[in-house]
């Protein structure tokens, strides 16, 4: 049985790890001297986890579906 409540906790804890990493690499680069990186670096992590946020809720729909059958 697939706890869908459990498993988007954990996408939504992932998603807040990569904003998290984002905005760390970001205000180091920005702390180096470095701001058009910092802001390319953040944007890029933020939305590399975004992508995968939505890519695992999709997944946890579609396995709900499938056990549903």
């Known amino acids: 049985m697939v706890d869908v409540a459990r498993l988007r906790r954990r996408a939504r804890l992932a998603l807040g790890a990569s904003l ?3 905005v760390l690499a970001g205000g180091y680069l920005l ?3 470095r ?3 910092a802001v390319g670096l953040a944007a890029l992590l933020a939305v590399a986890g ?3 946020y939505r ?3 999709a997944e946890i729909g579609q396995a709900a ?3 549903r059958r």
């Open 55 to 57: 890519q695992k809720v």
């Open 20 to 22: 998290v990493a984002a």
């Open 50 to 52: 975004l992508w995968e």
């Open 65 to 67: 579906r499938r056990e």
């Open 35 to 37: 701001p058009v990186a």
């Open 31 to 33: 702390a180096t001297g």
